[in-house]
């Protein structure tokens, strides 16, 4: 894998020589370990002309489960935890004779970016700006390899969570039994914190799990995801519980669901990123739930869940083959509940058989 990593350092380089920086120094933790291999949290990375060079506070090999660096990177461990790696890179690139530096703003707090400032008053900075974040967008055979596997994981926990019983749990207990049953399956842990909702808790983004236990008649809405090597997957499913579904939600279900086929079927490299928006809410909006509806239709996942690219009604830009993303449409009535849900797919081209669905648990309404 080193070799996949210096390949990525190199085209960062030759964009940093384009724009006049000879140097770029990196300290988003998802875009270091992009191009570093396994990083602890806080480390940064030095692209240099010469010399690539990975600093870090804690030791990078303690933790198995993050991965290591690149056999080819030269590491440097801080003489004490208390120190600064993005500061130690500055001072590396001055050591180096750097006369121009490109340094990450949207991850620098104005504190560190005055220390960077202090330890070399003599180089130019330049912002690099997310110039990392969109080379990680298009994904290689061994990324989306760990995507389809924490898809798997995340698949397998849901439907070991189905086969039990649910009436009288509460939201958190489930919660928890599914990110336990996301590492019995092999995943580092979950991709972000699992939101489970039932009855008028149901179809809320993002619902924090709380104490109401799950009752007859009750929408279940379950949203999770597994990390894997790093990688994130993402689901969201609704059911309903112990009965056959009201009217109200077999209506709202079927159009939450029409939607979210209409953005999956939208998904093809060079389609606009708002156009994958429109097509599904424009099926919701004609139901009457235009209000109700959140700021996107989807989002990017990778390393991150929530990177690039945004599916959104402002977003500019087209897709391209091999970018992982989620349509993830959602309607919540107050006090009656709501229906979510998410899929995590691969753009394809149509002659490669359109977008690839890694997340294949039934979206069919079932009463558990």
Not at 49 to 64: R, S
Not at 125 to 131: K, P, S
Not at 240 to 267: C, M, N
Not at 346 to 363: H, M, N, Q, S, Y
């Amino acid at each position: 894998m080193s070799e996949v990593y210096a390949a990525r350092r190199t085209r960062l380089r030759e964009r940093c020589e384009a724009a006049g920086s000879e140097a770029a120094l990196v300290s988003g933790d998802a875009n270091v370990r992009y191009l570093a291999g396994g990083a602890p949290s806080g480390a940064a990375l030095l692209v240099g002309p010469d010399q690539d060079v990975l600093f870090c506070a804690d030791d990078p090999y303690a933790d198995a489960s993050v991965g290591r660096p690149a056999e080819d990177l030269r590491v440097v461990v801080l003489p004490t935890p208390e120190g600064d790696p993005a500061v130690a890179g500055a001072e590396r690139a001055v050591a180096a004779k750097v006369g121009s530096l490109a340094v990450e703003e949207h991850h620098l707090t104005v504190a560190r970016h005055r220390a960077l400032r202090s330890v070399a008053p003599g180089l130019r900075l330049a912002d690099l700006g997310t110039a990392v974040e969109q080379q990680r967008m298009v994904k290689d055979d061994e990324e989306i390899s760990s995507l389809r596997i924490a898809a798997e994981i995340a698949d397998h926990a849901l439907g070991e969570l189905l086969e039990s019983i649910l009436v009288g749990r509460t939201e958190r207990h489930l919660a928890l039994e599914l990110e336990r049953r996301l590492i019995d399956h092999g995943a580092r842990g979950p991709a972000f914190p699992t939101s489970v909702g039932s009855g008028p808790n149901s179809g809320l983004v993002g619902h924090p799990p709380s104490d109401r236990r799950v009752e007859e008649g009750d929408f279940l809405s379950v949203c999770l995801g597994a990390d894997y090597r790093g990688y994130r997957s993402e689901v969201a499913r609704t059911f309903v519980i112990g009965t056959s579904p009201a009217d109200w939600q077999i209506e709202l279900y079927e159009q939450v669901f029409a939607a979210q086929r209409a953005g999956r079927e939208a998904l093809a490299p060079g389609a606009a990123y708002r156009e994958v928006d429109r097509a599904a809410r424009l099926v919701l909006e004609g139901a009457g739930h235009g209000e109700r509806l959140g700021p996107r239709i989807g989002h990017g996942v990778g390393l991150e869940i929530g990177e690039d690219p945004r599916l959104a009604p402002s977003a500019m830009g087209k897709l391209d083959a091999c970018v992982p993303v989620t349509v993830d449409p959602g309607v919540h009535l107050p006090g009656r509940g709501g229906v979510r849900i998410d899929d995590t797919l691969v753009v394809r081209p149509e002659a490669d058989g359109g977008p690839e669905l890694l997340t294949i648990t039934t979206k069919e309404l079932l009463a558990l």
